[in-house]
């Protein structure tokens, strides 16, 4: 069988690290995931600095409309998403049918949440010194946001971090669980086909300790 390219900033990457991908019930593996290794985490990292300066010049009506675009686009595919949290996750099809519908909506409040995103104006005047003065709070993309997701709700938990994160002009790696990461692969392709920056969107299934990079690097804001 051919192994699932990774995304490396937005592009399909093969690499001669695999991860299998297995029914948890039949025990069969059915599918094969390409792992990121030391250099793909490098890269992975250095593209979405660009994806990370890309996401911060848009505009919140610009990020709020490719949230909804994503939206769509994961309604017309509901039942393919389905299709494989049911046979990589194990989850009937009833419960995996509620988890993207679920997902759905967090990437709808997202999109909605994203036109919300307001600086403050905070009046001083609680105590004598801050008479006539008056505080400002302005909110700005942090940089990268990096996505571990666990296996259970392989599609809702990834939404849960990306869609906040890319909703706020970020950039996102995701790092989806190696036992259902075709489901944060197929969420992948589906951000590149909303119109995000390719340079914002990473998806590198990898290894335990390669992770470990991803997670301690000083780069990745959060």
Known sequence: MDPHPLILGGTNRSTPSVIPVSNPYSLVTFAEVCAAGPDEIEEAIRIAEQGAVRMAALP?????????????????E??????????????????????????????????????RIHDQMVPMDGY?????????IMR???????????????LNQICHKAGPA????NSCIIKPPSATPLTGLKFGELLIRAGFPKEAVSVIPCRSDIAERLATDKRISC
Request: no cysteine; aromatic share 4%; proline share 5%.
């Open 60 to 76: 919140a009506h610009k990020r709020s409309e490719l949230l909804f675009h994503l939206v769509r686009l994961m309604e017309e």
């Open 78 to 115: 509901a039942d393919i998403l389905t299709d494989i949290i049911v046979r990589e996750g194990g989850k009937v099809r009833k419960f995996a049918a509620a988890e993207v519908a679920r997902a759905i909506g967090t990437i709808r409040i997202s999109a909605e949440e994203a036109v």
């Open 128 to 136: 004598p010194a801050g008479e006539g003065r008056i505080a400002m």
């Open 140 to 154: 700005v993309p942090v940089g990268i946001v990096l996505a571990i997701t666990p296996f259970n709700l392989p």
């Open 166 to 169: 890319l909703a706020a002009g």
